[in-house]
């Protein structure tokens, strides 16, 4: 979400819904979850291939971005992820699990759609992913970047996707003066310390990534910061 004027979006939606502020999920002790043999064993990540050029001019932003070659690139993601899930889901039984979901283009399809058109569609192949998650047990948690003023509007929007929600963490105050990347390492590990291990964390920018806490990463292509 760092390329989005939250600004205009959050003042027209609150106009809109009428929400004036929101509570966020109370913060857990930060752990680390432990991997095999006393260690935590460092992510691994796959990588959208680039798109192809005509795609995207990506310094120019939104309008060139092209939304059909964006979504075959997030299917060679996903095309990915749906197996892996499978195969660990399959070998974790009695293991209590949980995957960690970035929100703006990811699963949502925020660039693609103006602040006006409300809610925002869900990526399908993330829904996909999600429901196919919940289905076999696996927690389903977000962390976003947004600010917790919109926390209710977000939580509104994911469900009317037909998201799964076991956990919802978005920016309060304290945490807008954080690094992106370090909010997020932070809200993982609080949801390691209620117990799970996070066996899949996708996002689609680097700070999505950053940190560890989590077995696998998928990263969703971003085009060099051109979608936030």
């Known amino acids: 979400?760092?390329?989005?004027?939250?600004?205009?979006?959050?003042?027209?939606?609150?106009?809109?819904?009428?929400?004036?502020?929101?509570?966020?999920?109370?913060?857990?002790?930060?752990?680390t979850a432990s991997a095999p043999a006393g260690t935590q064993a460092a992510p691994s990540a796959y990588t959208a291939p680039a798109a192809p050029s005509h795609a995207a001019g990506?310094?120019?932003?939104?309008?060139?971005?092209?939304?059909?070659?964006?979504?075959?690139d997030v299917s060679a993601v996903t095309d990915v992820?749906?197996?892996?899930?499978?195969?660990?889901?399959?070998?974790?039984?009695?293991?209590?699990?949980a995957i960690v979901l970035d929100i703006d283009n990811t699963s949502l399809e925020t660039h693609f759609h103006p602040f006006w058109?409300?809610?925002?569609?869900?990526?399908?192949?993330?829904?996909?992913?999600?429901?196919?998650?919940?289905?076999?047990?696996?927690?389903?948690?977000?962390?976003?970047?947004?600010?917790?003023?919109i926390y209710s509007l977000t939580k509104y929007n994911l469900e009317k996707a037909g998201f799964p929600i076991s956990g919802l963490y978005v920016r309060d105050l304290p945490d807008l003066f954080e690094e992106v990347s370090k909010y997020k390492t932070a809200k993982r590990a609080e949801i390691e310390a209620k117990g799970y291990k996070i066996i899949a964390n996708i996002g689609n920018t680097?700070?999505?990534?950053?940190?560890?806490?989590?077995?696998?990463?998928?990263?969703l292509p971003d085009y060099d910061g051109a979608l936030s």
Do not use: C
């Not at 680097?206 to 990263?219: C, L, N, S, V, W």
């Open 117 to 149: 058109e409300f809610p925002t569609p869900p990526i399908q192949q993330t829904l996909d992913l999600a429901r196919y998650a919940k289905s076999r047990g696996v927690a389903v948690y977000f962390v976003t970047a947004r600010p917790g003023i």
């Open 58 to 72: 990506v310094s120019a932003g939104f309008a060139d971005v092209d939304y059909e070659t964006w979504k075959r």
């Open 206 to 219: 680097p700070t999505d990534m950053a940190g560890g806490h989590a077995e696998k990463t998928f990263k």
């Open 1 to 31: 979400m760092h390329g989005r004027n939250w600004t205009t979006r959050i003042a027209v939606s609150v106009a809109a819904v009428g929400v004036a502020s929101v509570t966020t999920m109370g913060a857990a002790p930060a752990t």
């Open 81 to 97: 992820a749906r197996p892996y899930l499978e195969q660990r889901i399959s070998q974790g039984s009695g293991d209590k699990m």
